[in-house]
């Protein structure tokens, strides 16, 4: 069995909770906020680092443990939801549905105000 570690740092921003409306060419958009959009662009460019010549296509369990920087409310499932589309983007997962990920673990670690931060290990016979 194959296991890759991956680690995102600082707070999680929500995919789901951020989105903006915006006009473009007189058409009602529903995009994500900009501060969304700089992370996800940021760790892209991390997940890069693993290197794999392609994305994982077989069966997987993903475990995903947030560490947050405070005691502010936030959904788990929110923050998982970006992590895991960041994941398919960074090409790190084929896709994220059901049949590719059918192990899903959200494990919320408390606070670490100094260092907050995703750790996600991902296990699949198959490793690439």
């Keep these: 069995m194959g296991e890759l570690r991956i680690t995102l740092l600082g707070r999680i921003p929500s995919k789901k909770n951020s989105k903006q409306w915006i006009i473009r060419g007189g058409r ?8 969304y959009a700089a992370w ?8 890069k680092e693993y290197h794999l010549s392609h994305p ?5 369990s993903v475990e995903i ?4 920087p405070d005691n502010i409310k936030a959904d788990l499932s929110n923050k998982a939801e970006s992590i895991m589309d960041l994941l398919v983007d960074g090409g790190i997962l084929q896709d994220d ?3 590719i990920c059918p ?15 995703a750790e996600i290990t991902i296990l699949t016979d198959n490793y690439l």
């Design 28 to 35: 009602r958009l529903l995009v994500p906020s900009a501060n």
């Design 40 to 47: 996800h662009e940021e760790n892209i460019w991390h997940l």
């Design 56 to 60: 994982i296509e077989t069966r997987c």
């Design 65 to 68: 443990k947030i560490y947050f």
């Design 97 to 99: 549905n059901h049949k």
């Design 103 to 117: 192990d899903l673990h959200l494990i919320s670690m408390g606070v670490d105000k100094d260092n907050p931060r």
